[in-house]
């Protein structure tokens, strides 16, 4: 069982900053992306940001220009700079690990962190 173990999430007021952070176990073999989901109540789980090993990054457009990703290889750890927080961005935050060998797909994920953002 690979345990991705996530950290930084709370309540924050509108206009505030919180970061997340995620450390994955360094034995995790062909990896394809890294990336933070976000599930609101009652919606579906979203794709909020992800950088892939080409070195491209995807930003969600509700989060371009305050969220950034950045990935620490060294250290098997990803995190999510979030500026500028938004009620709308209230929701449980889960760190992903993707992986890719030929035609199989595989995905292991973090166990959630709570992020409210309220006056």
């Known amino acids: 069982q690979v345990h991705l173990a996530e950290s930084g999430g709370g309540l924050v007021q509108p206009g505030g900053s919180l970061r997340l952070s995620c450390v994955h176990p360094g034995s995790i073999r062909n990896i394809h992306s890294v990336g933070w989901y976000r599930q609101a109540l009652g919606k579906q789980r979203e794709l909020v940001a992800n950088t892939n090993k080409y070195g491209t990054t995807f930003y969600a457009p509700a989060v371009k220009g305050r969220f950034t990703i950045s990935r620490d290889k060294a250290n098997n750890s990803l995190s999510l700079q979030m500026d500028s927080l938004q009620p709308e961005d209230t929701a449980v935050y889960y760190c992903?690990?993707?992986?890719?060998?030929?035609?199989?797909?595989?995905?292991?994920w973090g166990q959630g962190t709570q992020v409210t953002v309220s006056s």
């Open positions: 992903n690990i993707h992986l890719r060998v030929l035609d199989d797909e595989y995905d292991y």
